[in-house]
């Protein structure tokens, strides 16, 4: 059993910022990579930013250096900063885990439910 939540979405005016965070619980064993996804309606789902459990960090191309990725491995607890946000920044952002459980040898994806980003003046 692992549970992924996200939190902190709702609407912020374009240049705003905003601060989502994701909590990951249950019976793990250790987390490999924790990453944020957005999907707009209509479009495909994106990769937004990654971290690796040695704390490194990937993220997309549209991000141009406008959000920070970061976790707390004491909590299971992974940020997402979002700066300078844009009217095309409005999705459903979700928090996507790779982890090991209690008893078994492979990983595991496991998808957050979304919390909801509307950029918007």
């Known amino acids: 059993q692992v549970q992924v939540v996200e939190s902190g979405g709702g609407l912020v005016q374009p240049g705003g910022s905003l601060r989502l965070s994701c909590v990951v619980s249950?019976?793990?064993?250790?987390?490999?990579?924790m990453a944020w996804y957005r999907q707009a309606p209509g479009k495909e789902r994106e990769v937004v930013a990654t971290?690796?459990?040695?704390?490194?960090?990937v993220y997309g191309d549209f991000v141009m250096g406008r959000f920070t990725i970061s976790r707390d491995s004491v909590k299971n607890t992974m940020y997402l900063q979002m700066n300078s946000l844009k009217p095309k920044g409005a999705a459903a952002y979700y928090c996507n885990t790779r982890v090991t459980i209690v008893g078994r040898r492979e990983y595991f994806d496991n998808w957050g439910k979304g919390t909801l980003v509307t950029v918007s003046s």
């Open positions: 971290i690796t459990s040695g704390g490194e960090t």
């Open positions: 249950g019976s793990i064993a250790s987390i490999n990579k």
